[in-house]
């Protein structure tokens, strides 16, 4: 089977990459703004600009513009390297339109911060730092170097030194503050979304595994009776010889029997049918099939179950749901890759919520990142990597886990047995890492989520 993680590689390569005719689009509009300002500032103003370089700089955009709709297709995607070129290409052509304009006597130099932003908001962070760094050293040229404003009487329109320094100030640093807000936001919404689609696909891959155990379980059940009515008869038959009257009868049932599982292949090869007796199990049932998988990796697994005080001896009935399974499974894989030779899975119970225990001997969670188990694409600390070398998880499997489980309607709670104030299981002789996870009886339990009484004919599995 395929590893989704190869996809969602893919899909964080492409996610910086934007459409061309976006960035034709934002060109136009600053290519009308800066006319604009020209103009205004000739005609109304009466700046003495130079005009003739002005329009070389806005007509070099224009034909960028122009070239780009001609070459490119209208779906045209630029790559992270083309993206880098275009960004720069708009900084260095409005910079230039400063330095012809009084530089950062111009209040129009704040403009210098839209490439920035752009940049920290689809790019990396090397082509990030790069456009950053080539603004600040822009800007600092621009405050010493740069054709001076005139009137129509040939005064010279400056402000004080102070305020050119203070200017210099402020754009440097909203380059510095926005930049890295603007990618530490970028970055986190390209992970969550990386990470709720590779939610999804898990889920969508556990659901096909669930729909085709329903299928497999129908046809064990469908078919056992005629199937063994046939070797029933056909031992009967090898005994007796062909012309005995009294086998005639035997002879028909088998011929009966042979119709009926054809007819029963015949509508399991159209559709399938989903066995209703699947869709809910004992609690302990479930835990053993989200556990089954790391059953034989060099690890004990320890399985409990038992009441509480007022939850009666019968354990729960719970919905099969695919996120259940695979929460639990990712949980259970997680302990098995850290502990030192034992997990514990505990699961107890009471009158309104039931309660599942997930611990394990090794080293617990790393202190640092406690407080933010669940998000995608953590960062290990070196320390953590000279513990586990050949771990290379980032967090998406319990940010799996933890998405799966809270969507069937459980609370997470997270700790580890070495720390003297966790509340989750105090006293605990398991000194590792501790996942408790929490449900309302009634938002799994099957006889009150689905109803008590009989559960009906199986329906088709509609494909």
């Given amino acids: 089977m395929s590893d989704p993680t190869i996809g969602l590689m893919s899909g964080q390569e492409r996610s910086h990459w934007i459409r061309l005719r976006t960035l034709i689009l934002l060109r136009w509009v600053a290519i009308v703004g800066q006319v604009t300002a020209i103009t205004f500032a000739q005609r109304m103003f009466d700046l003495q600009l130079e005009l003739l370089l002005c329009y070389v700089a806005v007509g070099i955009s224009v034909a960028g513009n122009l070239s780009a709709m001609v070459l490119f297709p209208e779906n045209k995607r630029l790559s992270e390297f083309e993206n880098f070129l275009t960004i720069l290409f708009d900084l260095l052509q409005l910079s230039f339109l400063l330095y012809l304009t009084g530089g950062l006597h111009n209040p129009f130099a704040l403009l210098l911060l839209g490439p920035v932003t752009i940049s920290a908001s689809m790019m990396r962070l090397r082509s990030t730092l790069i456009i950053g760094a080539v603004t600040i050293i822009v800007v600092t040229l621009l405050a010493e170097f740069h054709l001076p404003l005139r009137t129509g009487q040939g005064f010279i329109l400056r402000i004080p030194d102070i305020f050119v320094f203070g200017n210099w100030v402020a754009i440097v640093i909203a380059v510095l503050f926005f930049g890295g807000y603007s990618y530490k936001i970028a970055a986190e919404m390209r992970s969550m979304s990386d990470a709720l689609a590779a939610t999804q696909m898990a889920l969508a891959r556990e659901q096909k595994l669930t729909d085709l155990g329903g299928v497999v379980a129908a046809a064990a059940h469908e078919m056992g009776t005629p199937l063994a009515t046939i070797k029933l008869a056909s031992a009967e038959l090898m005994d007796e010889l062909e012309d005995q009257p009294d086998l005639r009868e035997d002879a028909a049932l088998i011929r009966e029997q042979a119709d009926r599982c054809r007819d029963i292949l015949r509508s399991m090869g159209r559709a399938g049918k989903d066995d209703l007796h699947l869709r809910q199990a004992p609690v302990s049932a479930v835990i053993q099939e989200a556990a089954e998988p790391h059953m034989?990796?060099?690890?004990?697994?320890?399985?409990?179950?038992?009441?509480?005080?007022?939850?009666?001896?019968?354990?729960?009935?719970?919905?099969?749901?695919?996120?259940?399974?695979?929460?639990?499974?990712?949980?259970?894989?997680?302990?098995?890759?850290?502990?030192?030779?034992?997990?514990?899975?505990?699961?107890?119970?009471?009158?309104?919520?039931?309660?599942?225990?997930?611990?394990?001997?090794?080293?617990?969670?790393?202190?640092?990142?406690?407080?933010?188990?669940?998000?995608?694409?953590?960062?290990?600390?070196?320390?953590?990597?000279?513990?586990?070398?050949?771990?290379?998880?980032?967090?998406?499997?319990?940010?799996?886990?933890?998405?799966?489980?809270?969507?069937?309607?459980?609370?997470?709670?997270?700790?580890?047995?070495?720390?003297?104030?966790?509340?989750?299981?105090?006293?605990?002789?398991?000194?590792?890492?501790?996942?408790?996870?929490?449900?309302?009886?009634?938002?799994?339990?099957?006889?009150?989520?689905?109803?008590?009484?009989?559960?009906?004919?199986?329906?088709?599995?509609?494909?």
């Fill in 296 to 463: 034989h990796r060099g690890k004990f697994i320890h399985v409990t179950e038992g009441p509480e005080e007022d939850g009666g001896q019968q354990q729960p009935t719970i919905l099969r749901k695919p996120e259940i399974i695979h929460g639990l499974r990712n949980l259970v894989q997680n302990a098995v890759d850290f502990a030192a030779a034992n997990v514990w899975v505990e699961t107890s119970w009471t009158r309104s919520q039931l309660k599942i225990l997930i611990m394990d001997d090794g080293h617990g969670y790393p202190p640092h990142i406690i407080g933010r188990i669940g998000d995608p694409f953590m960062r290990r600390r070196r320390s953590d990597r000279r513990q586990r070398p050949e771990y290379e998880g980032m967090g998406l499997g319990l940010f799996i886990a933890k998405t799966l489980l809270e969507r069937s309607g459980a609370q997470l709670r997270f700790a580890n047995g070495t720390d003297p104030y966790q509340k989750i299981c105090p006293g605990t002789e398991h000194r590792g890492a501790i996942v408790e996870v929490t449900w309302p009886r009634s938002k799994v339990e099957a006889d009150t989520v689905a109803g008590r009484g009989a559960l009906g004919q199986n329906q088709p599995l509609k494909i």
